[in-house]
């Protein structure tokens, strides 16, 4: 079986400051992992995803996120916000290439002036 | 290319009435999935199409929930009869069946039942 925990429902920042919002997977093998966000009103949009190879992986907008496969981890970072970064933040995993994907509960980011 | 689109944006419905929502994934892809989205349970997988054949379905939402892709560019999502605890978000999404996980999802059609 496999799952996705997102610790934080909801997370505060001021902008400019730096983020990290936490995804912990739990699965028996290194599965694909990905960040999707989710703008009021929207649906689901693919932020960056990883695969293999170099553990930390650029996606849009300037979210990085880094895969520990040591500590079952695929966090997303950014360096410094902004008010438009405000929306919920989905992390998934497929246990292979198909499209099956299992998210998690998602996190609210609300980033104050 | 257009992305997937979801009619109607909005549903007030009366409890025990059917209603219908509809689909159209990005010209192209073949693999569909349809997503109940609430706050309390997140997001829940209804349905899972690749070329129109149904490979997955939400065992719990068997009973009321019934989706078909009638060809490959149109899916519906029928409930019936509704109840008020379906009132969410229900969201589609389509890819290519080489998409390793990279989904285009539709803005949504929120349902609301009285």
């Known amino acids: 079986a496999q799952s996705v925990t997102q610790p934080d429902a909801r997370v505060t920042v001021s902008e400019g400051a730096s983020l990290q919002l936490r995804c912990k997977y739990s699965?028996?093998?290194?599965?694909?992992l990905f960040w999707y966000v989710q703008y009021p009103r929207q649906g689901l949009q693919l932020l960056l995803k990883?695969?293999?190879?170099?553990?930390v992986v650029q996606g849009v907008n300037s979210f990085e996120a880094e895969f520990s496969k040591s500590n079952s981890s695929f966090h997303l970072q950014k360096a410094s916000v902004h008010w438009s970064d405000s929306a919920v933040y989905f992390c998934?995993?497929?246990?292979?290439?198909?499209?099956?994907?299992?998210f998690g509960d998602g996190t609210q980011l609300v980033v104050k002036p | 290319d257009a992305g997937v689109t979801q009619t109607p944006r909005h549903e007030v419905a009366e409890k025990g009435q059917t209603i219908i929502l509809k689909c159209e994934p990005v010209s192209g892809h073949n693999d569909l999935f349809w997503y109940r989205q609430t706050k309390i349970q997140g997001l829940e997988l209804l349905s899972y199409?690749?070329?129109?054949?149904?490979?997955?379905d939400g065992g719990a939402f068997k009973d009321r929930f019934k989706a078909e892709m009638l060809n490959s560019s149109f899916s519906t999502l029928k409930i019936q009869p509704t109840e008020p605890k379906d009132s969410a978000v229900y969201l589609c999404?389509?890819?290519?069946?080489?998409?390793?996980?990279?989904?285009?999802f539709g803005e949504g059609s929120k349902l609301t039942v009285l």
């Open positions: 999404a389509s890819s290519w069946t080489g998409g390793n996980g990279q989904l285009y």
């Open positions: 199409f690749r070329s129109k054949s149904l490979m997955e």
């Open positions: 699965y028996s093998a290194t599965p694909y």
């Open positions: 998934a995993l497929s246990p292979n290439s198909n499209n099956r994907i299992f």
């Open positions: 990883y695969y293999s190879g170099d553990p």
